[in-house]
């Protein structure tokens, strides 16, 4: 048996192991590696993939993350916040083409007149949806006060990218002042109040290594993660971090992502993983090409054409056509190009999330 094979055929992966197949060049080596990372995500999850209508309902942001473009100092950016009424058209659209559950995402604000509002944007869209729409949120740090209320409120998972987990390089991608315990705590209050809980991290930061991503991958099992969504960095040219980037490489950047995807997979299992936005700005077909090695969920944006444009995160992001029916059948013949089906009208949950609270259940 060559080294690949039996290093999947085991149980248990070692650190070394991971780093085997994150540094995996052989086209072949990475089409088996990505072979197996689907069969896996078949065999424990189904051939469903679930769909998260997504709202970017406001680009405000009190951050200045220095590879983000809509980072607070970034003057060039238009700020938009929408209406009620235009984020609860996107909700009833998302759950009358049977989405099942939508994610609503933002800057970072913890001000109290944007938690209130957050509160009754939840409530809305369970009302409309008869409590029939899942709710993700996915808009940053708050205090444990904030979550459960938002969690009392409707929301039942969320999203916070730990974005690397390795200590200086996590201080380098950030102002002064932003530290990774402080992320890593926001993540154990969210599990606290009862969310299925999301991270993940950027693959392929400057100054990131193989040994970085393998460490990544080791937390998110060790913290016991519900859902991952975890995409390639891609510079932004509004951003300081831009800067340290000599010769991007997008396929090499690409093929780094989906590595990372089809290891994850390989080693946590039985959790969510989506095929994230940013695997599709580096080559039309990444989002597919992520269903075919680990991801089952898919993030359609729902975000209104106007204001895609001032949500752009890094370059190329790709926007939602103006036509939603016509991206929409685009969206399903992807996924069955994928060999998958859509998990229509169903929340679509992490197996993992029910496996982690029957335990903690028992255990107390
Ligand atoms: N490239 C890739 N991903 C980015 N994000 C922010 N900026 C970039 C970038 N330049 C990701 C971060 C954040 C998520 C909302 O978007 O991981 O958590």
Known sequence: MSRLNSILSKDNLSKKDLIYL?????????????????????????????????????????????????????????????????????????????????????????????????????????????????????????????????????????????????QELYQKIHPAGYQLNQRIEALERIQKCHYQVGTGVMIGLPGQTIEDLADDIIFMKQKDIDMIGMGPYIPHDNTPMAKLVKNFNPEKQLQLALKMIAVTRIYLKDVNIASTTALGALDQKGKRKGLECGANVIMPNLTPDKYQKEYKLYANKPEFLASLRKDFKALKSEIKAAGKNIGFNKWGDSPHYFKRTKKERIEN
């Open 22 to 166: 994150l540094s995996l060049s052989d086209e072949k080596d990475i089409e088996e590696l990505f072979k197996w990372a689907n069969d896996l995500t078949i065999r424990n999850l189904g051939n469903e993939v679930y769909l998260r209508g997504l709202i970017e309902f406001s680009n405000v942001c009190s951050r200045d993350c220095k590879y983000c473009g809509i980072r607070k100092s970034n003057g060039k950016v238009n700020r938009y916040t929408m209406e009620n009424s235009e984020i609860i058209k996107a909700a009833r659209w998302i759950y009358k083409r049977g989405f099942g559950s939508l994610v609503l995402q933002s800057g970072e604000r913890s001000d109290s007149r944007f938690i209130e509002w957050v509160d009754h944007i939840l409530k809305e869209i369970k009302n409309i949806s008869n409590g029939e729409l899942g709710i993700t949120l996915s808009v940053g740090e708050q205090t444990q006060e904030t979550y459960k209320q938002w969690f009392d409120s409707g929301a039942h998972r969320y999203l916070l990218r730990v974005e690397t987990t390795n």
